[in-house]
């Protein structure tokens, strides 16, 4: 079974930064996709940022140019770089990986990020 272990949340300023991580339990390159959603009080939870196996990479419009994904081959970890935060991206944020040709969906357990106004 895969597991999909975040780090790295807290609570920061407005207009600072944090560096979301999660570890993959396999090769991060045996995913399709792997991603960070979110899940604010009350709300829908919300793909935030997408890679694929390619690399290709799709974002969410409120954190195009705000938020980047990368995935480490070595470490076998996502990441997720965010910058210029608002107070509205305050939520848990969870790790997502797919596999078509194997489990399908797996997710981390969130981690939480807060960010004061």
């Known amino acids: 079974q895969v597991q999909l272990v975040e780090s790295g949340g807290g609570l920061v300023q407005a207009g600072g930064s944090l560096r979301l991580s999660c570890a993959a339990s396999?090769?991060?390159?045996?995913?399709?996709?792997l991603g960070w959603y979110r899940q604010a009080p009350g709300s829908k939870r919300e793909s935030v940022a997408i890679i694929t196996n390619g690399g290709g990479t799709r974002y969410e419009d409120s954190v195009q140019g705000r938020f980047t994904i990368s995935r480490d081959t070595a470490k076998n970890t996502v990441d997720l770089q965010m910058n210029s935060l608002r107070f509205e991206d305050t939520a848990v944020y969870y790790c997502?990986?797919?596999?078509?040709?194997?489990?399908?969906?797996?997710w981390g357990q969130g981690t939480q990020v807060t960010v004061s106004s």
């Open positions: 396999v090769n991060v390159l045996s995913f399709n996709t």
């Open positions: 997502h990986g797919f596999r078509l040709w194997s489990e399908g969906d797996s």
